[in-house]
């Protein structure tokens, strides 16, 4: 059975489906209708779908072994909130059970705290890593910190020789 692996055009969705394909896995997709994707995605089974969909999430559920969850980040993505985050979070947690998969990777962030910080994305995050929590599945909840290609975004000050962040 394969492993449904969401964000799976990203850095860090991108990195598990190449580690999958080369420990053997078959690796299913979930990549956006009509978006593009990578040719390191050519081994995979593409899943087309959106995440404000739940019946393209559910199809796409069909008979895997697990999920690996990376979502978009309302701290990177135009036009996306905290609470598209949450949603789609809990709604792939749902169906991961829903589906009968064996096992739930959620990727969460190393900023998440047990009481609020304040910060949206962390928040969310953490209401997210709650509810998976409290789920009838085998899961893991990894907390990779923070990627360096963030300093180079927009925003962050660099281009002025100087360094803002949360």
């Known amino acids: 059975k394969p492993i449904l692996v969401f964000g799976a055009t990203g850095l860090q969705g991108g990195a598990v489906v190449s580690t999958l394909l080369k420990a053997g896995w ?88 047990a009481a609020p910080t304040g910060i949206g994305h962390y928040d969310g995050k953490a209401l997210i890593e709650e509810h998976v929590r409290g789920l009838p599945i085998i899961k893991t909840i990894v907390e990779p910190a923070g990627f360096m290609e963030t300093l180079m975004m927009p925003g962050n000050g660099l281009e002025k020789g100087q360094f803002s962040f949360f």
Request: net charge negative.
């Open 26 to 113: 078959k690796v299913r997709a979930f990549v956006r209708r009509g978006g593009s994707f990578t040719p390191s995605l050519d081994e995979c089974e593409i899943a087309p779908g959106d995440l404000d969909d739940t019946e393209s999430i559910r199809a796409a559920m069909a008979d895997v072994y697990g999920v690996y969850s990376a979502l978009p980040s309302s701290a990177t993505a135009p036009g996306m909130t905290d609470e598209d985050e949450v949603r789609w979070g809990k709604t792939i947690a749902d169906l991961a059970v829903e589906s009968g998969a064996h096992h739930l990777i959620y990727s969460s962030s190393n900023g998440v705290a």
